[in-house]
């Protein structure tokens, strides 16, 4: 399933399209080619000093293509924070080069953590420095500016819940405006302590981005260094008890655990989770070395490849929605309604793609949805409100999500221009998350 295979070239692609990319190994910025071979879509570029590069970034040309011409909603910050004068990526904070609002704005409080895990995006260890309450709210002040109001939050690390303030973290952001916060965690503390879970909540906050890599013992100690599955078990079961929304977070390792992603879909629905979302393991902080090796890739393509093979076609590629706010490239999203025998019913379908994109840029706006709601033009699915009521009589919504995120060797400047995730540095500096971990998280 992870092995490319041949397409049908469109017209005028062969010769690819132009990107502005980073050396590798010097982190210059240089010019690189997208195009089509027998392998894939590839990105393809050459650093003066250290040499030719080249990786694969979808396994398609027309899925590739499907999701870069998918429509954006654009909306600028209030203010931009850094001036331009190098140009993108180099003025990165942001510049007024950027593309985009914050969506979510990721405050890293503490780089310690409570596990050695073997991939880790932000090269966490158990001794490091954090951020204190002041520094916090300090930087949620200049977020505030920035955007003009609040936005989603996520706490993360190191280990988020390690930090000593973390509930008054959470309340000052709230006294602050903050409404939608949730923290990035291993789950380890959520676990053990009982009282954690319904503390958070009472403090303000909203959700837990839990990560959770496989149901089977190897994937967890292959990712996380030892078998977690019990104590992931655990943590779901207190956040759940203490009202707090749980998204998983899987990190897809190809070769690990790309070949059981329906069963993990299916657990967190059964579970009655609010999402599930996935991002590929890349070449940035800790990743087994190996990987770097064997050059396998799994992308955003890979991504609905696998889940409608996995699934029996009970979801297709055509159900994941390429995001609107950032870079379509960069995110699919899918809306599902499961009904109360556990039944699955893609939102796509019976709303529309288009009347569906312009809800998720909001993704709270059910209601708003639901008035709206009349069959898509041209759908043959009956009457969508009549099913769609009926389904949700009883039902919920389930969100999944894949996150194609960027290393060095598949950086793409207009990819990261048009960004909506951003890491919120203790100086008040907003970047794309994935140019904070590959050029600027060790400058720091
Ligand atoms: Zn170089």
Known sequence: MNEPVGFAVGAGLRSGHEVLSLCPTCLTTIPGRVLSTAAGVVMKKTCAEHGAFETLIATDLAAYERMRRSPRLVKLPARFGTPEAKGCPDDCGLCPA???HTCLAIVEITTRCNLPCPVC???????????????????????????????????????PTLHPELLDIVRGARALGFAKMEIDSNGLLLARDARLAPALREAGLTGVYLQFDGLAAGES??????????????????CRDAGLQVVLAVTVVPGVNDQALWPLIRYAVDERLTGINFQSVVLSGRYPPELLQTKRRFTATHFMRAIEAQSGGLLVATDFLPMSCPDPRCGLLAYIVVDRDGGLLPLSRLVGDERLRRHVADLSDWDQLLRELGCAEGCDCGDARAKLAAALEGGEFFSIG??????ALSFDQE???????HKLTAEGKLMPFCLYNIKYRHEA
């Open 121 to 159: 995006l932000a090269d966490a260890t158990a001794k490091g420095p954090e951020l204190s309450l002041v520094q916090v709210l300090a930087a949620l002040q200049l977020l505030l500016e920035a955007e003009g109001g609040p936005v989603p939050l996520q706490f993360a690390g190191g280990e």
């Open 221 to 238: 100690e292959f990712i996380r260094g030892r078998d977690l599955r019990a104590e992931k078990q655990a943590a779901i079961a207190n």
């Open 415 to 421: 990819r990261a221009r048009r960004c909506c995730v």
């Open 402 to 407: 894949f996150h194609g995120m960027m290393d």
């Open 98 to 100: 950027h593309d985009q």
